[in-house]
């Protein structure tokens, strides 16, 4: 193909709007069982609808639709949803979005509804379902709004014969007393439940405890002189606890500064099963999701990275993590597990997310994998995918800024000789969200005309450790906007992006980020490199980076001839110690704000 010189910007594409406004199939929460792999489908040419689809055992790529229209899977508990679905021997319960009822449906006829229907006094949403341990009930985190009065949750059990659509009281109250619940966990032998539970105005990033109350029919479990508090506090966040046998639990918790899985004991310390400065899950912003699961051979699959992710299988004992030969450098939206086999969800800068099963060898060997279902079944010439790079760069104020730069790419074209390319700075919501290196046609559009992106993790993001992502704690604003800075000035310092054609986008927290960048933060960049007088923001590829500072660091300078509305400071102190568990991790100062 002859290469044409046009200026950047202005490079012709097979990449159109109309591509971009297409958006692909969502895929999301993977579920395996006997009867195969099911999955959650948004699907954009039906409204958005939330369809629950399934891939038989047999092998093929036959997908079943198991929801028909105008059915929709999508509940609104946290309004940030969650898995909507829960598979059962002869069908699958459901939340349907009109209505927020409970609903379930063997795959003929019409779905028999299992909650009442809402009325002009109580509304009810239910999320984080699973099977009772008498297979009579689903026991799940249920959600009340009232007329004129406050939210409640509770984590409720629902009889699967139907008699709680019409009779409210057949419904049972498990647990209650905290703000907020996730992951109900009843264990083997069916006399204990486990749950996660935090209160406002904590986050569950922030701090959250688990706890487990035994089952012994007495009534709800509302009283914490009833409850064992196992692991968390104000400044811990534990996640996705999955009973080990009667006595003990695998959980998440992030007390060592990193989300890391630990065996919790009924009536011992937890212990560390495989420590590292490494993630193995991501904030609670949707009930349902779950990092790991365990094989039919005791090891646990999970997804564990810095940055970007892999595939692993970890064994409790030794402590040994394998990660698996794959070709995939995305897993996102859960693992599920039966016997050998894993499912999850991957994907990658040129392979669009896909619903894949690995089969995992009990003793060595490759895994097999299978790929079941793509959210896109066309894509553009690859040569006009952008190829990403990690970029590590350091701040104003010393701090490490962690990003993601997508150059153009364009086989028809290049860019006159002596000019560098536009880039735009792309900003995540969240706050605490986290971009990695996926396909995204959007970038594309803008990467294949010639105009460079770098997406940030600012100060804020998860992936990267606990002291990471409390940099913004009553810092944003400040710290996230500084970050964005430094992205778009290292890159004009370095010589591969023209700072005076320097953009910045975002949307939600992201949004604000950059509505505040350009307004408060960035100022006019000036000289002929396109650098700001007064300080600068360099590329560190491959030197030491110091460390993020506990607590926040310090206030990145100014833009000069720019004011910064800075909040009042709070005074550093020692690092508190969880009271009241068996925790002994200590973590930062904390400083109350909402996302």
Same mark, same amino acid.
């Given at each position: 193909?002859?290469?044409?010189?046009?200026?950047?910007?202005?490079?012709?594409?097979?990449?159109?709007?109309?591509?971009?406004?297409?958006?692909?199939? %969502?895929?999301?929460?993977? #579920?395996?069982?006997?009867?195969?792999?099911?999955?959650? !489908?948004?699907?954009?040419?039906?409204? %958005?609808?939330?369809?629950?689809?399934?891939?038989?055992?047999?092998?093929?790529?036959?997908?079943?639709?198991?929801?028909?229209?105008?059915?929709?899977?999508?509940?609104?508990?946290?309004?940030?949803?969650?898995?909507?679905?829960? *598979?059962? *021997?002869?069908?699958?319960?459901?939340?349907?979005?009109? =209505?927020?009822?409970?609903?379930?449906?063997? %795959?003929?006829?019409?779905?028999?509804?299992?909650?009442?229907?809402?009325?002009?006094?109580?509304? =009810?949403?239910?999320?984080?379902?699973?099977?009772?341990?008498?297979?009579? !009930?689903?026991?799940? #985190?249920?959600?009340?709004?009232?007329?004129?009065?406050?939210?409640?949750?509770?984590?409720?059990?629902? +009889?699967?014969?139907?008699?709680?659509?019409?009779?409210?009281?057949?419904?049972?109250?498990?647990?209650?007393?905290?703000?907020?619940?996730?992951?109900?966990? *009843?264990?083997?032998?069916?006399?204990?439940?486990?749950?996660?539970?935090?209160?406002?105005?904590?986050? $569950?990033?922030?701090?959250?405890?688990?706890?487990?109350?035994a089952l012994d029919g007495a009534g709800p479990a509302s009283d914490k002189a009833q409850q064992q508090l196992l692991m968390?506090?104000?400044? &811990?966040?534990?996640?996705? $606890?999955?009973?080990?046998?009667?006595?003990?639990?695998?959980?998440?918790?992030?007390?060592?500064?990193?989300?890391?899985?630990?065996?919790?004991?009924?009536?011992?310390?937890?212990?560390?099963?495989? *420590?590292?400065? &490494? &993630?193995?899950?991501? $904030?609670?912003?949707?009930?349902?999701?779950? $990092?790991?699961?365990?094989?039919?051979?005791?090891?646990?699959?999970?997804?564990?990275?810095?940055?970007?992710?892999?595939?692993?299988?970890?064994? +409790?004992?030794?402590?040994?993590?394998?990660?698996?030969?794959?070709?995939?450098?995305?897993?996102?939206?859960?693992?599920?597990?039966?016997?050998?086999?894993?499912?999850?969800?991957?994907?990658?800068?040129?392979? +669009?997310?896909? #619903?894949?099963?690995?089969?995992?060898?009990?003793?060595?060997?490759?895994?097999?994998?299978?790929?079941?279902?793509r959210s896109a079944d066309s894509l553009p010439d690859p040569a006009y995918l952008p190829v990403p790079r990690a970029a590590r760069l350091t701040g104003p104020s010393g701090s490490v800024v962690h990003a993601i730069v997508y150059p153009p790419a364009n086989p028809a074209f290049r860019g006159p000789e002596g000019e560098r390319p536009p880039y735009i700075v792309w900003v995540h919501g969240g706050p605490t969200s986290q971009v990695v290196p996926r396909l995204d046609l959007e970038k594309a559009y803008f990467t294949s005309r010639g105009i460079g992106i770098i997406d940030v993790n600012y100060g804020g993001s998860s992936g990267y450790g606990r002291a990471y992502r409390e940099r913004l704690r009553g810092q944003w604003g400040i710290v996230d906007v500084a970050d964005a800075m430094t992205a778009a000035l290292a890159l004009a310092e370095a010589g591969e992006a023209d700072g005076k054609r320097l953009g910045i986008r975002g949307g939600s927290a992201g949004g604000w980020t950059a509505l505040a960048a350009v307004t408060s933060g960035v100022g006019v960049l000036g000289g002929p490199n396109g650098s700001r007088e007064g300080g600068s923001a360099s590329s560190s590829p491959g030197g030491p980076i110091p460390p993020d500072p506990p607590g926040g660091g310090t206030t990145p300078p100014s833009p000069p001839g720019t004011t910064v509305c800075s909040p009042r400071r709070r005074p550093t102190s020692a690092w508190p110690t969880c009271v009241g568990s068996r925790s002994t991790r200590t973590t930062s100062s904390r400083a109350t704000w909402t996302g």
């Open positions: 193909m002859a290469t044409e010189t046009a200026p950047y910007g202005e490079w012709h594409s097979p990449i159109d709007g109309a591509d971009v406004a297409r958006k692909q199939v %969502g895929l999301a929460f993977p #579920v395996i069982d006997a009867a195969g792999v099911w999955w959650q !489908e948004s699907r954009p040419e039906e409204g %958005g609808r939330i369809a629950v689809v399934r891939q038989g055992p047999d092998g093929t790529r036959t997908k079943h639709e198991l929801l028909p229209m105008p059915w929709n899977a999508r509940t609104r508990v946290h309004e940030y949803g969650g898995k909507s679905y829960l *598979p059962l *021997p002869d069908g699958f319960v459901f939340a349907n979005f009109a =209505d927020q009822r409970l609903y379930r449906y063997a %795959g003929s006829g019409a779905p028999e509804p299992l909650t009442p229907a809402p009325d002009e006094e109580t509304a =009810d949403r239910f999320a984080d379902f699973v099977v009772s341990p008498g297979g009579d !009930e689903v026991w799940c #985190v249920r959600e009340r709004h009232g007329a004129g009065a406050r939210i409640t949750r509770a984590i409720v059990a629902v +009889p699967l014969d139907g008699s709680g659509a019409d009779d409210p009281a057949a419904i049972r109250v498990l647990v209650s007393g905290s703000d907020f619940y996730a992951y109900p966990a *009843p264990s083997p032998d069916g006399t204990r439940l486990a749950w996660i539970c935090w209160d406002h105005p904590r986050m $569950p990033w922030d701090g959250t405890e688990l706890r487990v109350a968390g506090c104000e400044t &811990e966040s534990v996640l996705a $606890p999955v009973w080990r046998d009667d006595r003990s639990l695998y959980v998440i918790s992030d007390r060592s500064g990193w989300w890391n899985l630990y065996v919790a004991d009924l009536l011992a310390f937890p212990r560390a099963l495989c *420590p590292r400065d &490494e &993630e193995f899950a991501g $904030p609670l912003w949707q009930l349902g999701l779950r $990092p790991y699961a365990v094989l039919g051979d005791g090891r646990l699959a999970v997804a564990h990275g810095t940055g970007e992710t892999r595939l692993g299988v970890l064994d +409790p004992d030794s402590g040994r993590l394998t990660d698996l030969d794959l070709s995939y450098q995305v897993f996102v939206s859960g693992v599920s597990a039966a016997g050998q086999t894993i499912a999850t969800i991957a994907g990658g800068p040129a392979v +669009p997310t896909t #619903v894949i099963s690995v089969e995992v060898p009990s003793s060595g060997g490759n895994p097999q994998v299978r790929e079941l279902s």
